[in-house]
């Protein structure tokens, strides 16, 4: 909560003991804090409170109850507050509020809009997932950048965070893999070639499979296939050292696109890690008589719920995704203790989660209720649905090597003489990537353009840094100047540019804050955007470094703080924030 609502709340407060003495049920400061609002129009002032929240205590009309708190309110210094219908408005005294405004940004300066409120508390975050011997994919963004972004946040407010890698490492493709290795593989090939090499081996393998199926009706590979994943599950040495060596290809191929995207874990413990952990999951739903068989595979019946029932074993044994996801939901809770276990997983996988966390719930766990399925939507490529079954892929580290080229074609355009512009070029053009993926609400689909996610105008990466850069270049001009400090002036903010654009400073705290409740990166996203958009509004209104000292003293502080909180905003949602463009 930002303090200026924290004052306008204790400025009502005290006007209704002082006007309505002795009424029962009247909210308290906490309460109506919680009740103002922004109007939707800034001619109606910058704060205001229904007065219907206090009709039925009070017994009177909205707007009798607003005039009367009007009339009892005389803070000049704070604001002035009207009576329009039914609401309280306030406007703040400009002056003023610029003043109490930039003091606190530039005091705190890039922790403006931290907290403690976290301290004590551990979040995990379940993100990205990668499946190993697959290559990274454009449908791995989403979970890879708002799992980042939420970890950002949570430990910008004070939590302890655990990164959490859940690897696809566990199943029959990597004795199938084993097999086409053992039969086709070269061992510099794959080293030189990493997971490209992988997969090809694997689609031979298939290719050979079906053959084979075709010619002779032969199973004879995929036998061989599923022998060696048992030998895995036996802990042969050999399938061993080839399984791992697996992992060790994937993850260092994934690595170079975690460098670019800034991304790093504090676990990658994947399924396998599970493999004996299982018999804790089946012991205890025995136990506590939650497992039936039903057609030879076991299961929780969840009809009660209102769901189809969760299959924790199949008929021949063999344990599943839900099985493996209660062991690492015990795990974790014996681990880290958290006191919210986040799932960053497309919403396809809702009716799962759903399942699997009342089955937590079943077992007797009260931390069932801190599971949290942080469901997004899908990503499409410039108008296109991806496919892996109809090879229609765009692979993340390809993308990512494209907007790079695309930034510095632009830039080479736009700005020919710009230095290192190689490492601006990374800086945009992955961050135009990343911003393109987390600007509007997570559960919906996104359609990703080029043209749109590289604009220097609108509502993208490049026009939030290049505002950013714009900011610094200003103030670089202002320390070369070399004039003498004075005192500012605040008097210079009070126009409406100004004054919009400081107002949406000072609301930077809680759009941070309600990200992290709603699990939601794109309210900072539009945060800093919105903040950009003002920034460069009060730039093109007012002059600046060419205004009278005092005044001019006053910009050039509203435009470090402006830049400091673009860069804090960038920063939360994993984009670099370049000092040239």
């Known amino acids: 909560m930002d303090d200026m609502k924290k004052t306008l709340a204790a400025l009502i407060a005290g006007a209704l003991t002082q006007t309505f003495a002795g009424a029962e049920g009247v909210p308290d400061a906490g309460e109506i804090a919680g009740y103002l609002e922004v109007p939707p129009d800034a001619d109606m002032g910058d704060y205001a409170f229904p007065c219907f929240k206090l009709s039925k205590a009070l017994r009177k009309g ?6 009367a708190l009007a009339a009892a309110i005389d803070a000049p210094q704070v604001c002035t507050a009207k009576q329009l219908g039914g609401y309280l408005n306030f406007f703040f005294n400009r002056e003023q509020f610029a003043k109490n405004t930039l003091e606190k940004v530039l005091a705190e300066g890039e922790r403006f809009g931290a907290s403690s409120l976290g301290n004590g508390k551990t979040v995990c975050i379940d993100y990205s997932s990668i499946n190993i011997a697959k290559r990274f994919h454009i449908g791995h963004l989403s979970t890879t950048m708002i799992g980042l972004s939420l970890k950002r ?12 890698n859940h690897l696809g490492d566990w199943g ?41 199926e075709k010619a002779t009706g032969s199973h004879a590979l995929e036998d061989e296939g599923r022998a060696y994943f048992k030998a895995i599950e036996d802990g042969d040495a050999d399938a061993l050292a080839l ?16 460098d670019l995207l800034g991304v790093t874990f504090d676990s990658y413990a994947g399924e396998s890690f599970y493999n004996d952990k299982m018999d804790r ?5 025995k136990e506590k008589q939650l497992l039936t068989v039903s057609d030879g595979a076991s299961i929780v019946d969840l009809t009660d719920d209102n769901m189809p029932p969760c299959l924790i074993l199949k008929k021949d044994g063999a344990t599943l995704y839900a099985t493996r996801d209660i062991a690492a939901a015990l795990y974790r809770a014996d681990t880290y203790h958290f006191d919210k276990c986040l799932y960053v997983v497309a919403y396809q996988q809702d009716l799962h989660f759903r399942q699997w966390f009342k089955v937590v719930e079943k077992m007797g766990y009260p931390w069932a209720k801190d599971l949290v399925h942080v469901a997004f939507g899908m990503i499409s ?38 230095p290192d512009k190689e490492t601006v070029a990374r800086q945009v053009g992955i961050g135009a990537v990343i911003y393109a993926d987390l600007f509007n609400n ?25 505002t950013h850069a714009r900011c610094s270049s200003l103030l670089r001009k202002a320390g070369e100047q070399g004039l003498p400090e004075v005192a500012p002036d605040y008097a210079g903010l009070a126009d409406d540019h100004a004054q919009e654009l400081l107002r949406l400073m000072s609301r930077f705290p809680e759009a941070v804050l309600d990200a992290a409740d709603k699990y939601e990166p794109s309210m900072v996203t539009r945060a800093v955007t919105e903040i950009a958009q003002a920034y460069n509004k009060f730039y093109y209104e007012n002059r600046i470094l060419e205004a009278e ?16 909180v673009i860069r804090t905003g960038l920063y939360l949602i994993g984009v670099e924030a370049p000092e040239r463009m």
Do not use: M
Request: glycine share 6%.
């Open 62 to 67: 909205p707007p009798q109850i607003a005039a």
């Open 153 to 164: 946040i949570y430990d910008f407010l004070g939590y302890q965070t655990v990164g959490i």
């Open 172 to 212: 029959t493709q990597f004795g199938k893999l084993i097999s086409a290795y053992k039969r086709w593989g070269d061992k510099q090939e794959v080293e030189n070639g990493g997971v490209e090499a992988l997969t090809r081996l694997y689609v031979k393998f298939h290719e050979v499979a079906e053959q084979e």
């Open 243 to 258: 399984f791992n060596w697996f992992k060790e290809i994937t993850l260092r191929d994934c690595a170079r696109v975690y």
């Open 281 to 285: 999951v089946l012991d205890e739903l």
């Open 381 to 418: 490529y410039e108008g296109q649905t991806l496919s892996t079954r109809k090879g229609y892929v765009v692979y993340l580290e390809e993308l990512l090597a494209r907007a790079q080229e695309k930034a510095l074609a632009i830039i080479q355009e736009k700005s020919p003489n710009l």
């Open 442 to 466: 997570r559960i919906k689909d996104i359609d990703f353009w080029w043209d749109r996610a590289l604009n220097f105008d609108g509502e993208t990466g490049p026009y939030v840094q290049y």
């Open 549 to 564: 000292p005092a005044v001019r003293q006053a910009r050039v502080r509203l435009t470090k703080a402006a830049r400091d």
